[in-house]
């Protein structure tokens, strides 16, 4: 199980840090991946990282402006976004890999989700 948190109404340009708190699972084995899906649009994967935190993925659109982290201690995955533009409103949902120590990054092969958080940035 997954839920998410963190999500709000924020200015362009500023900053928000998405939580993902998994329970029932191995989380300290999987991989976690960061979705989003803007009114009208088909859910897009934005980020994601493996089991062990070495290997990390981000889209083109938020490179260099979002940080994806996972806490194995804390069975909790973030998101950091900062210099938030407009096209960033969507609902955020995190997503744990089918399976256990995959050693890259899937851009598809997710099993369990959250409720997801709505984002919303304001111009």
Avoid at 60 to 67: I, L, N
Wanted: aromatic residues 14%; charged residues 20%.
């Amino acid at each position: 199980q997954l839920a998410e948190s963190g999500g709000g109404l924020v200015q362009a340009g500023g900053s928000l840090r998405l939580s993902c708190v998994a329970s029932g699972y191995a989380f300290s084995s999987h991989g976690m991946g960061w979705f989003r899906q803007a009114p009208g649009k088909e859910r897009e994967f934005i980020a994601g990282i493996t089991w062990n935190s070495e290997v990390v993925y981000y889209k083109d659109v938020v490179k260099g402006r979002f940080t994806i982290s996972k806490e194995n201690d804390k069975n909790t995955l973030y998101l950091q976004m900062n210099a938030l533009k407009p096209e960033d409103t969507a609902v955020y949902y995190c997503a744990a890999d089918s399976y256990r120590s995959r050693p890259y990054i899937t851009h598809q092969d997710y099993d369990s989700w959250g409720q997801g958080t709505q984002v919303t940035v304001s111009s």
